[in-house]
């Protein structure tokens, strides 16, 4: 199976969906930019056309409600803000309006437009243009969340959220969008509020999402040479999210930490691990852990924002804790000294851009 990026599986289930369907139409600001708002949308306008990739201007809460009036009339939009923050002046349309209309109108009027949300930390965006704000939108009724963490997962669940018949929005970490993954060419669908167990353990029960769940996933060989076990589950969507999968591992393990990709507070962390106590708490053998970034605005200088954001160290120290068993320090310093260039708010080597 041939292997892609993330940016071009996004790109890819667009192209496919709207090749099959004439009522997708896809609209945002830079979307026609040659850069094509991270590869994702590069050229689109030239297989549909203006008329069905539509270039917006910065009028994000209009934007939006054109996009539910469409949907409303039998229209399937995707809007793609470069920043999350952006978003947020259209909070009203999306709450008020996507998020009820199913409801308000007793189940008559369906909205099925997806909002795709780049997140991601670093560059010195600072606190404005750097934030992961998922859990300010898993809080409403009526919306689905879903935030893949490779190429694979991001072409079925984008695939899903459009067929949707109700708003999805849709989480894409920027630093994501250059690793690649093996993605079949045909389309296909990840069915949404179903998790993924990337591998079995028995000694405790990670789960993440995002960007962070890649965190984890690069400290396997560190686990694996600490003779850890880990279950490691990618959540992949966050409303809903996978009751059944958690609870089953987390039943096996006695033990789980939850790595957030965003504040701890009031985030999914706090849901996961909120719900895993109140069904199955006389399980644990061991309190539950929760890992986060800094409860303050994210710095946009490198020094203060290192000390914001999740490290090896951190993720390490709280496995070990849970799990009993000491971590190989010989192989974290081989691990540290691969990655002694590695900084805090640059993507990994294997991310090369666009921006």
């Known amino acids: 199976m041939r292997k892609i990026k993330f940016y071009e599986a996004i790109k890819e289930s667009q192209t496919q969906l709207m090749m099959r369907d004439k009522s997708i139409v896809t609209m945002g600001l830079g979307i026609n930019d040659p850069k094509g708002i991270f590869g994702t949308t590069k050229d689109l306008n030239k297989i549909f056309g ?13 934007i939006t409600g054109i996009a539910v009036g469409a949907a409303i009339e039998g229209l399937r939009p995707i809007i793609t803000h470069q920043r999350v923050e952006f978003s947020l002046l259209s909070m009203e349309q999306i709450i008020n309006q996507a998020a009820k209309w199913y409801f308000l109108s007793g189940g008559k009027y369906k909205v099925p437009i997806v909002i795709r949300l780049i997140i991601g930390k670093g560059w010195g965006q600072g606190p404005q243009h750097s934030q992961s704000l998922e859990a300010l939108f898993s809080h409403i009724p009526g919306l689905k969340v879903v935030s893949p963490s490779n190429a694979y997962d991001a072409k079925g669940l984008l695939a899903s959220s459009i067929k949707d018949n109700h708003p999805v929005i849709f989480f894409e970490h920027r630093w994501l969008h250059n690793i690649e993954t093996k993605v079949p060419k045909k389309l296909f669908t990840v069915p949404i509020g179903k998790a993924k167990i990337l591998q ?7 789960i993440s999402f995002s960007e962070a769940l890649v965190q984890v996933l690069r400290i396997r060989q560190i686990l694996e040479k600490s003779n850890i076990s880990a279950e490691i589950i990618d959540l992949r969507s966050l409303r809903p999210f996978d009751k059944k999968t958690i609870l089953k591992s987390v039943k096996k393990t006695k033990k789980v930490l939850v790595v957030d990709n965003s504040w701890k507070s009031f985030g999914i962390s706090s849901e996961i691990i909120s719900f895993i106590s109140e069904n199955i708490l006389n399980s644990l053998t061991k309190k539950p852990k929760r890992l986060g970034i800094k409860e303050l605005p994210l710095p946009s200088s490198r020094s203060l924002a290192k000390e914001c954001y999740l490290n090896t160290n951190e993720i390490l120290d709280a496995i070990a804790s849970l799990s009993g068993k000491k971590i190989n320090r010989k192989v974290i310093k081989e691990f540290l000294l691969k990655n002694k260039d590695l900084k805090t708010d640059i993507p990994y080597k294997d991310f090369k851009g666009p921006f």
């Open 50 to 62: 203006n008329k069905r990739v539509l270039e917006t201007p910065t009028s994000e809460n209009a």
């Open 200 to 206: 079995k353990g028995k000694d405790l029960t990670i």
